[in-house]
């Protein structure tokens, strides 16, 4: 499984093609105190159920606070058969822009 630094999911998201797609892990509050623009959101428990209405055809990178929760999740989609990356550092480490 793929891992990538938030400079390089930076770099990744400038140029996005559209078969790109971040997709944050974390809990909703954790979400309301600030988010990467344009991710989608979906809880750790809930990547399960919502995995079969991903589109494989797409690259995911998993977001998380630290880059623990997001790593399991990349690792179950990518047993999935998902192109799918975590994003190490997580929010923590996130210098990019950064929506309420």
């Not at 390089?8 to 623009?37: F, M, S, W």
Request: net charge negative.
């Amino acid at each position: 499984m793929k891992e990538l630094t938030p400079e390089q999911v930076e770099k990744k998201l400038e140029n996005n093609d559209g078969t790109l797609e971040l997709i944050d892990v974390r809990e909703v509050e954790e979400v309301a105190q600030g988010r990467i623009p344009h991710i989608t959101h979906i809880p750790l428990a809930q990547i399960p159920e919502e995995a079969e209405k991903l589109d494989k055809s797409k690259q995911y990178i998993m977001v998380c606070r630290s880059g623990r929760r997001s790593e399991r999740a990349a690792s179950y989609l990518h047993k999935q058969g998902f192109d799918v990356a975590n994003m190490v550092g997580g929010m923590l480490e996130w210098r990019g822009e950064i929506i309420n």
